[in-house]
């Protein structure tokens, strides 16, 4: 398998790519806190023609020295950007986007950016564990001392939280996870516009953040046809189920 370091090239993408002829692109958005490495197993669970984008938000590991970017608009327009060339070639590939909890609300908004400034539909957008942009209440998590935020983090699953009890890792982890709840509970678009791509919603069946409800009004978001799978799990179900996950994303490359 071929790594592209993203600090040589793109370095809002880890792109992993099997040596042969690619026939789609799976582009991928992590959660609040989440880093690319939440998507680093996928490449070797989808077919061996898919290139896998796993999107680094600034503000952490290779890109820990930039600030973070705590609003939507300016997050989706740089990764826009920074995806446009991929995608606008003379051999557009199929493309689907795969986004986990505020990856969702950020794959929407990258497709309808893809849709108004290139002309690009996805072939499918896939959210998982958060219900649809008109659905969003806001929040203020983002205020709570160090330690609430990080129990009210924890209370959606636990996903390597132990690294916040590690004296020397905390202060380095901290920002990014508070700044990206503020950017996400900052997030209440007005009207948001269906997209054109049919649209996937999946989640666990004991998020506490997400309830099945709640996945269901992105059918209200797509004139391309909406469908939703329920996973065992919680907010992060998608690292246990990962094989299952992957094989129904797959089915849908």
Same mark, same amino acid.
């Given at each position: 398998?071929?790594?592209? *370091?993203?600090?040589? /090239?793109?370095?809002?993408?880890?792109?992993?790519?099997?040596?042969?002829?690619?026939? #789609?692109?799976?582009?991928?958005?992590?959660?609040? /806190?989440?880093?690319?490495?939440?998507?680093?197993?996928?490449?070797?669970?989808?077919?061996?023609?898919?290139?896998?984008?796993?999107?680094?938000?600034?503000?952490?590991?290779?890109?820990?020295?930039?600030?973070?970017?705590? *609003?939507?608009?300016?997050?989706?327009?740089?990764?826009?950007? !920074?995806? /446009?060339?991929?995608?606008?070639?003379?051999?557009?590939?199929?493309?689907?986007?795969?986004?986990?909890?505020?990856?969702? #609300?950020?794959?929407?908004?990258?497709?309808?950016?893809?849709?108004?400034?290139?002309?690009?539909?996805? *072939?499918?957008?896939?959210?998982?564990?958060?219900? !649809?942009?008109?659905?969003?209440?806001?929040?203020?998590?983002?205020?709570?001392?160090?330690?609430?935020?990080?129990?009210?983090?924890?209370?959606?699953?636990?996903?390597?939280?132990?690294?916040?009890?590690?004296? *020397?890792?905390?202060?380095?982890?901290?920002?990014?996870?508070?700044?990206?709840?503020?950017?996400?509970?900052?997030?209440?678009?007005?009207?948001?516009?269906?997209?054109? !791509?049919?649209?996937?919603?999946?989640?666990?069946?004991?998020?506490?953040?997400?309830?099945?409800?709640?996945?269901?009004?992105?059918?209200?978001?797509?004139?391309?046809?909406?469908?939703?799978?329920?996973?065992?799990?919680?907010?992060?179900?998608?690292?246990?189920?990962?094989?299952?996950?992957?094989?129904?994303? !797959? /089915?849908?490359?």
């Amino acid at each position: 398998m071929t790594v592209i *370091d993203a600090r040589k /090239g793109n370095q809002w993408f880890r792109t992993y790519r099997r040596d042969g002829r690619v026939r #789609a692109r799976l582009v991928c958005f992590p959660h609040a /806190g989440g880093t690319a490495t939440l998507f680093h197993h996928w490449p070797g669970r989808v077919p061996v023609d898919v290139e896998v984008l796993a999107t680094q938000y600034p503000g952490r590991q290779e890109r820990f020295a930039e600030p973070c970017i705590e *609003d939507m608009s300016e997050l989706a327009d740089r990764i826009t950007d !920074a995806l /446009g060339p991929q995608v606008t070639g003379e051999r557009q590939l199929p493309l689907v986007l795969f986004g986990h909890s505020l990856g969702s #609300a950020v794959a929407y908004e990258v497709a309808c950016r893809l849709d108004e400034r290139h002309g690009i539909v996805p *072939d499918r957008v896939i959210v998982s564990g958060r219900g !649809a942009p008109h659905t969003e209440r806001g929040g203020t998590l983002h205020a709570l001392d160090d330690d609430r935020l990080i129990a009210s983090a924890r209370r959606l699953g636990d996903l390597a939280s132990s690294v916040y009890d590690d004296p *020397d890792l905390r202060p380095l982890l901290l920002p990014s996870l508070r700044s990206d709840f503020r950017l996400i509970e900052s997030y209440r678009p007005q009207d948001p516009a269906p997209l054109r !791509a049919p649209i996937t919603a999946v989640g666990g069946d004991r998020d506490p953040g997400c309830q099945v409800a709640e996945l269901e009004s992105w059918s209200a978001l797509t004139t391309g046809g909406f469908e939703s799978r329920i996973f065992p799990g919680d907010h992060f179900y998608l690292v246990p189920v990962e094989a299952e996950l992957l094989a129904f994303i !797959a /089915g849908r490359l």
